[in-house]
């Protein structure tokens, strides 16, 4: 049975059949290759589609040949694009001009590109030869016409090819990029013919040696970024290399950090970082990097520049009163923690419930109790708000003096007086440690005034307290009175004040549920607040501490652990070796320089930041 094709032609069904399923067949070759060399290329979804599309081409106009040579001419048509983009990123100066340029060219500069194409293209002809067992229709019809040869002056195109290798030697290109401007040469010539002096010219002047040849120089140039990354803000430094795709020039610790294919390194460039809290997602800033590398010297200048350029004040947890000098330059409030007392069963607007759920929630992280040492907590609490008269279903009782850690104490030694069992006693037991410490402390009646640290910048000195158990506990009672406050202030959905958190990992370890801090940080516009927070162990934290930090800052870090942890949050995806450039970069930072990502950056950025005196 034959089917009629059209123009007079018949082929029978069954060879029809066959060739469908042959073409089949190399659409499934053709996107197999495609997706195998994916990692290598920047736009694998627009490769597949090239492919299909010459595949399609092939199929329509009978000619494996002239699938090729087009599929090879939009590569070409690609790169000289690309080239004359860069040439007008050089001239306006415009970053965003040549991040377009290094998505591009990874495409085009790929050798497994067009061994990809050949193949396919290859195959293609001979099963269209042998299935169909036609000749190629663009091969038939050059054979059919009589092709005049070209009048060409042989010393003049022989000059001009002379002119274009000597430009090739002593200027060199990378591989593709020669042959690219080397065709370009020998097509120019082809089309001028027969003027001969024009000839001479295209080594230099043609519509494909031109953008080669004024911007091949792209890889000696360090990119000047004229504006800072930001908008206005805060100068923290000067920028040193941001993180690009593409194939690696001017690298940034070239010796250390190198890649010899199209992927991800630091490139060189230069301009200046500059921090702006109102043009972030959120406030909040994380600053990592182990001992003497520059966090707190960073910290100190953001507390200075925050107050100073927008009169937003700091209130500094500080373990090791590090930061008393600057508060006292700002003009602020320096507090000596082991000379006030706070209690942390103030309601503050709670309910007794609540209050009891929070605090034993605190002591469990602090102290890594179990689960049921938690649960019986819990109830002990809410039998010292009885013992205080507040009731649970009287919110008119609320008001009443609350209970202190002292009052817990004896509702738990009344407890183990009275217990009916010797697995009762020891339950209780467990627990008469902890708050006979926490009793003897300074966790009385609050004594210090919120009102005031909350509107200069502030420290809280806590170097003399016995403890990180009793900083962490004294940190996240004074937070909790903070956001209490602020919430009444009704000042919400704007900035007024920064809590800076040292030491983070000692005072709020990772536990099962979030902390304070990464609740707070996740509500924070309901607030008011934001947090910069600074640690040396960042896997020691909350995850979502890290998760909820628009700007992340990290100096050097080497321990292999804490090194991967930063290094997939700062990377943001893991693709190609974009985590292991990151993950070098921060281990090889010298001091005061620091891998910055923020949420107005597509890309990390490398910068060495401007201390303080």
Do not use: C
Request: net charge positive.
């Amino acid at each position: 049975m034959m089917l009629n094709l059209g123009y007079g032609k018949r082929m029978p069904i069954r060879k029809v059949a066959s060739f469908a399923v042959v073409m089949f067949v190399l659409s499934i070759y053709a996107v197999l290759f495609s997706l195998a060399t994916s990692m290598l290329v920047s736009s694998p979804m627009l490769y597949v589609v090239i492919v299909f599309f010459q595949l399609i081409l092939t199929t329509l106009l009978e000619s494996p040949t002239l699938a090729l040579i087009s599929s090879l001419m939009v590569i070409l048509g690609i790169n000289v694009l690309k080239r004359y983009v860069l040439l007008l990123a050089s001239l306006l100066g415009s970053p965003a001009l040549y991040y377009l340029v290094f998505a591009v060219d990874t495409l085009v500069k790929n050798a497994s590109t067009y061994l990809v194409i050949l193949a396919t293209y290859v195959t293609l002809y001979y099963s269209w030869t042998f299935i169909a067992k036609k000749g190629d229709y663009l091969i038939e019809k050059i054979k059919e016409k009589e092709i005049k040869k070209p009048k060409i002056n042989v010393k003049y195109v022989a000059l001009a090819l002379l002119i274009s290798l000597t430009i090739m030697l002593i200027r060199p290109m990378t591989l593709l990029d020669e042959i690219i401007y080397f065709v370009g040469v020998l097509t120019s010539i082809l089309i001028i013919g027969t003027h001969r002096y024009s000839i001479l010219a295209t080594p230099i002047l043609s519509w494909i040696t031109t953008p080669l040849l004024y911007t091949f120089r792209e890889e000696t140039v360090v990119v000047e970024l004229k504006k800072p990354l930001t908008r206005e803000g805060i100068v923290l430094g000067k920028v040193a290399a941001t993180l690009t795709h593409g194939k690696p020039v001017n690298e940034w610790l070239k010796d250390k950090i190198t890649a010899k294919s199209p992927s991800w390194y630091w490139r060189k460039v230069s301009g200046d970082y500059a921090f702006d809290p109102y043009h972030q997602v959120n406030y909040h800033i994380l600053i990592t990097g182990t001992s003497g590398t520059g966090k707190s010297s960073l910290a100190r200048k953001l507390v200075k520049e925050l107050y100073y350029k927008w009169r937003i004040p700091s209130l500094i947890l500080d373990p090791h009163n590090e930061y008393i000098s600057l508060v006292k330059e700002l003009g602020g409030v320096v507090v000596d923690a082991s000379e006030i007392s706070v209690n942390p069963l103030e309601l503050d607007g709670a309910s007794p419930r609540e209050r009891a759920v929070q605090v034993a929630d605190t002591l469990q992280r602090v102290f890594r109790l179990g689960n049921l040492q938690r649960a019986i907590l819990e109830d002990l609490i809410e039998e010292a708000y009885a013992e205080k008269g507040i009731l649970l279903d009287d919110e008119e009782t609320w008001n009443n003096t609350p209970p202190t850690f002292q009052t817990l104490l004896k509702v738990v030694e009344k407890k183990i007086e009275y217990a009916e069992s010797s697995a009762e006693r020891s339950r209780y037991e467990s627990l008469k440690p902890y708050l006979r410490m926490l009793a003897s402390t300074i966790f009385r009646n609050t004594t210090i005034e919120f009102s005031e640290i909350l509107s200069k910048p502030s420290v809280i000195a806590m170097a003399k307290l016995p403890g990180d158990y009793v900083k962490s506990i004294l940190s996240e009672t004074i937070l909790r009175k903070i956001a209490h406050k602020m919430y009444l202030t009704g000042k919400k959905n704007t900035l007024n004040n920064y809590v800076v958190i040292d030491e983070a990992h000692r005072l709020y370890r990772r536990g099962v549920e979030p902390s304070l801090v990464a609740k707070l940080m996740m509500e924070s516009r309901k607030f008011g607040i934001g947090f910069i927070i600074i640690t040396q162990q960042p896997l020691d934290i909350d995850e979502s501490i890290i998760a909820n930090a628009a700007t992340k800052i990290s100096f050097k870090i080497t321990e292999p652990e804490n090194l991967d942890y930063i290094a997939k949050a700062f990377a943001g995806f893991v693709t190609d070796n974009r985590y292991d450039m990151v993950r070098k970069a921060i281990y090889y930072l010298p001091n005061y320089y620091a891998v910055i990502k923020d949420s107005t950056l597509s890309d990390p950025v490398i910068v060495k930041v401007d201390t303080l005196s």
